[in-house]
């Protein structure tokens, strides 16, 4: 269940920014697009285990290129993540 999986990352540490509940009143199986921000990464181990899917996203600050590859490892290769860059060699960094 999405729902309790947002919940289950709110409890952990993280906070909510956009959405976040469930519309009970929705026909079928709907979850709002919901953003996330967790400010401390590297004290929450649930935000690097926990997949909620659905329309979910989760921020995380991070202090230089070899930390945020630090959090993207934590997630074992089992989450999902995005890179968005103009710089050619920090992309390659990431893909090697």
Known sequence: DVQEKVDYLLASGCQIRLG???DMQAAGAFFPPTLLFCPQPDETPAVHATEAFGPVAT???YRNSEHAM???RA???SLAGT???A???VARQFIA
Request: aromatic share 0%; charged share 10%.
């Open 20 to 22: 976040g509940k469930a």
């Open 59 to 61: 921020l995380m600050p």
């Open 70 to 72: 630090q959090l993207a």
């Open 75 to 77: 997630g074992g290769g």
């Open 83 to 85: 890179l968005v860059t």
């Open 87 to 89: 710089d050619s060699n």
